[in-house]
């Protein structure tokens, strides 16, 4: 009996597959593959734009490490969320992270990035005032008069709101952001303390529905209160990228240049040598973290809270 064997193609040879080997290369690419990722946060109004940038940096910085990931903000139903609930909000898993003053409080319920964000300047507040209360101003002769004379505004729901009440400021307190800048315009109380890295952009937003609203000339304070990015303390491995985030985007340089990009000119335009700042004394800060010298402080002008340089 004639028995046909398998017709080959001449040249051609079988190719032979391990099927152990496929099936291990297929499980390592698996495990390899990161996950994308998308973080809420709470703060999406305009003057936390520096933040989100710098946390958008942070994560792009460690894509090799960790995988891709965005940034998105937390829909909530239009109103803007207070500090108070974006931390509630942590607390429950519903956002990511936040960016916010640190406090002792926060530091034992979240998981802080020691980091500083922002080079000191939410603590260097300037005085948004009435056009028209710069002559009253410039008749004050120093702090205690200040201190007596002019009435503040401020939101309870912010955590420095503590600081001005222990150091003997009068402060009518309110509860939404908005609404200070009204009663600010229509006479409740005589200035708005705002950070640098706010006041300017706030004027600008501002400026059709309160356009007599200005910084007054002569006065600034100055108080310890850095701010961090905080997540939850069961994310820890998220902590981690950020912080080695921030530390690679400032050993590169662009820590710096976004700064810079945000606030230089906002530095140059307070004329801080020309100004008179009253150091606030802060209670709330948690032990431990050193107060430095900002880079930015006018060198004619000592610096009473420096530990380190």
Do not use: C
């Not at 980091?115 to 300037?126: E, N, S, T």
């Not at 004379?149 to 009440?165: A, C, Q, R």
């Not at 100004?275 to 050193?290: C, D, F, K, V």
């Amino acid at each position: 009996m004639l028995h046909m064997g398998r017709l080959r193609k001449p040249g051609r040879r079988p190719i032979l597959i391990s099927i152990p080997g496929l099936v291990f290369a297929l499980v390592a690419s698996i495990a390899n593959a990161k996950e994308h990722q998308v973080l809420l946060y709470s703060q999406k109004e305009f003057r936390y734009q520096y933040y989100q940038a710098l946390l958008r940096q942070a994560l792009n910085a460690t894509e090799s490490d960790y995988g891709t990931a965005e940034i998105q903000a937390y829909q909530s139903n239009g109103s803007e969320i207070t500090e108070a609930r974006g931390m509630a909000l942590l607390q429950q898993k519903r956002i990511h992270v936040t960016f916010v003053p640190s406090s002792r409080e926060r530091e034992e319920l979240f998981r802080a990035i020691p980091i500083p964000l922002d080079q000191g300047l939410l603590g260097l507040r300037l005085l948004l005032i009435k056009e028209s209360s710069q002559a009253r101003f410039d008749q004050i002769q120093n702090e205690t008069e200040l201190r007596e004379k002019m009435l503040g505004g401020f939101n309870t729901n912010w955590s420095d709101y503590g600081i001005y009440k222990s150091n003997g400021l009068n402060v009518l307190p309110a509860t939404k952001y908005e609404t200070l800048f009204k009663m600010l315009a229509s006479g409740r109380f005589d200035y708005f303390s705002r950070g640098l890295i706010e006041v300017w952009s706030e004027l600008d937003n501002f400026k059709s529905q309160y356009p007599d609203l200005r910084v007054e000339n002569r006065f600034a304070f100055y108080y310890n209160i850095p701010v961090y990015f905080f997540v939850h303390k069961d994310s820890e491995q998220l902590a981690q990228r950020i912080e080695v985030g921030l530390k690679r985007i400032q050993a590169s340089g662009a820590f710096s240049k976004l700064f810079q990009s945000y606030y230089g000119e906002h530095i140059v335009r307070a004329k801080l040598d020309k100004r008179h700042i009253i150091i606030l004394q802060s209670p709330q800060n948690p032990q431990g973290i050193p107060v430095v010298k900002p880079f930015w402080w006018p060198a004619g002008i000592a610096f009473p809270l420096a530990t380190t340089d």
